[in-house]
């Protein structure tokens, strides 16, 4: 779904390197890190960026047009994540469905954010019933429900960047 042009992806990510990079952790408040899950440099955008503005845009349109219909009322700040050799992150969901959020997220959506010639593996691949594997371009996004398994293979070598945005509503009942 939807492609945002090369240049536009640059300004950017020459802002998000401005960031501070984390090591990734996992769970409603980050509380477990795992290498063997989740290998990933993570920089977390400001509030209201203007780059998570266009992804949650493009998050709302897939919403209605494929007819998941999810309640959304708001949506996260960017995550850009950085894949080196080895980077990786296994089957996982983006929600917390143990947790009795009052908001939980609805709709993910992801742009790769380099050219699939600077890198080899590191391909995101979603399953239901069976394994889809992603076939995005730099600047491309794909959005998916967040309840759907989904991970990212190993890299093998280059770096795999993308930018995530989730759309959040009120919990499912
Ligand atoms: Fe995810």
Redesign the pocket.
Known sequence: MGNIPVDVCDAAIREFMEIAPQEAAMGTQGEHEDKSQRDTVLRFAPSGHWFGGILAQHGKIANEATGWGYELTSHENVQYGSYGPNGH?GW???TFPLAGLPMERKV?VVCLMSDPSEYEGGDLQIRLYQDYTADLKKGDMIAFPSILE?RVIPVISGTRNSA?VWLNGPRMK
Do not use: C, E, G
């Open positions: 992150y996982h969901t983006d993910s989904h995530v």
